[in-house]
């Protein structure tokens, strides 16, 4: 008989009630690993860790300077499985009661101007004919309509089958959204159409996904999607290190602000569950917005 396992039953808890996204349970199941190693303790061990314990892992956490983001990500981990714990009753004590929340700094995120959207998207001809064609279907997409970058390279085929203006996502949660396909991306999509055959694993004409690859996960990765925004990155004379999959989303929803869409509206379209994060973005368009002014007001300039 198995023994008793309480990480694995939070995170059955977690699939089944909460409808968590499998990117959350694996990074929730390696910090609770990540607190059994430091602990040195097995599952059933962390029932009984003190109030020190946790004091004392989370101040190892800090001195390794760890991202706010991830001290975060790794607290809620923590406080979550011993909630769970303690109202399944299988500990009285909540030794993650008295941990502080960690301070989350606000960062703003990178972002590309329309003029650099342009050229990354005209830098794609520098590559392989086929890969060319993919890879503008790539950028124009992923910037007409801000999908995650997992979203965008598990598209179906099926979903693009009668040229559609908008997509239904299923993103984070299994939440459904609308997302928005304009002219220049539905274009995208036709010429790649007529090439994707070319991407195809070989005698495999059922591949389900409209960025099909013949590696192992049957479509494109996120890594690969992040090599080939690299090289046409350099191809467009853009530092890579400003270039990403997500940064086209943060372009999409920065420049839709800026250009004077209602916050809510571009919540939506993100699929963001608290317009909190949504608000990151109202940050950098006002940045940017007052730098245009105070470069070209003229009564800025005399100034």
Known sequence: MSRFDPVRQFLQMMAVERNAARPTLDAYGRDLD?????????????????DGDLAGYFQDLSERGLASSSLQRKRSAVRQFYRFCVAENLTGHDPSRKIAAAKKGLKLPKILSRDEVDALIAAADAIAPNQAVRLECLIEMAYASGMRISELVGLKLDAVARDPACLIIKGKGGVERLVPLNPSARAAIKEYLDIRYTFLPAGDKANPYLFSSRGKEGHLTRRRVGQLLDQAAINAGIDPARVSPHVLRHAFATHLLEGGADLRVVQTLLGHADISTTQIYTHVAGERLREVVETHHPLAKGR
Do not use: R
Not at 34 to 43: F, G, H, I
């Open 34 to 50: 990540d607190l059994m190693a430091t602990c040195k303790v097995t599952p059933q061990g962390l029932l009984g860790l003190s």
